[in-house]
């Protein structure tokens, strides 16, 4: 009895040992953890799938050519002496922000160019102000390349890299396999050339005979930058491999849509 007693005695501050240990690794780990949510951050998505809207439109604001720079430091080309002093930039955002509010589009296309590499020394940066008010707005966005877009910091692999993981974006680096019969790799179709290869379906309008069917497939292709052919210094073009898979892809609605 006496030693049973006496093992509490021992065995209640080796509990208090154990809580106090588990306390500050609990307490390390949440900090840890606190630290980690800090640093990670988890890409934003919009509301999926695209879908049109119960008055049987879907709206979409395609722009293109933006040109950003490195913000307000970058001047505007090719307008009026009396406007160069005050136009950057920042007249783009500007802009691309009230388009937006004004015409409240379904989805939003960036279709190339939408950085001008030589005004930029840091492509990622450069990247993230030219497509903000899309991020901003919430809106799913999508973008493909030009011929100005890897013309600074990062190759045209690395921008659609990360155009994918921005925030609202639904881009793709190049097509996932989307259970078709053309060879892939890790799901991703490997055998297309270019990058920023992929399609997005629409959906029926919510409540409607065709709400859960995809009912219009928007093409995206990286038409490249510059080629030289036939010893020519030419612009570059969409391939074959681009167009097989586009035609898989078409076919395999055909079939099963
Ligand atoms: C845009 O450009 C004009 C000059 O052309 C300037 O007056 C205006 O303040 C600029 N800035 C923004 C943010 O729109
Ligand atoms: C679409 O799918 C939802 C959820 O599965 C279902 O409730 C609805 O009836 C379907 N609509 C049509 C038109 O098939």
Redesign the pocket.
């Known amino acids: 009895m006496a030693s049973a007693s006496d093992g509490w005695k021992l065995f209640l501050p080796y509990l208090s040992f154990i809580f106090v240990i588990l306390y500050f690794t609990h307490s390390h780990f949440v900090t840890k953890l606190f630290i980690g949510s800090e640093t990670v951050r988890i890409k934003k998505t919009p509301d999926l799938p695209l879908r049109f809207r119960s008055d049987g439109t879907f709206k979409i604001l395609q722009v293109a050519d933006m040109h950003f720079g490195s913000g307000i430091i970058t001047s505007c080309r090719d ?1 009026l002496d009396s ?1 160069f002093e ?2 950057s930039d ?2 783009t955002t ?1 802009f691309l922000k009230r388009l937006i509010e004004a015409e409240n589009p379904d989805f939003v296309a960036f279709t190339g160019d939408n950085i001008f590499g030589p005004s930029t020394t840091d492509a990622a940066e450069s990247m993230f102000k030219a497509f903000g008010p899309a991020m901003e707005s919430g809106l799913p966005w999508a973008a493909v390349l030009g011929n100005h877009d890897q013309e600074s910091t990062m190759n045209r692999e690395e921008l659609m890299s990360l155009i994918s993981l921005m925030d609202y974006s639904v881009s793709q680096v190049n097509p996932w396999s989307d259970g078709l019969p053309n060879p892939t790799q890790h799901g991703i179709t490997s055998n297309i050339d270019g990058f920023g290869n992929y399609h997005l379906r629409v959906y029926g309008a919510p409540g409607s005979m065709l709400a859960n069917s995809s009912i219009m497939n928007l093409y995206f292709l990286d038409s490249g930058d510059r080629a030289v052919y036939q010893g020519k210094r030419t612009y570059g073009w969409i391939k074959e491999s681009q167009l097989n898979w586009l035609r898989n892809v078409a076919i395999e609605f055909q079939v099963t849509h």
Do not use: P
Request: with cysteine; charged share 30%; hydrophobic share 30%.
């Open positions: 307008v406007d005050y136009c920042l007249n500007r």
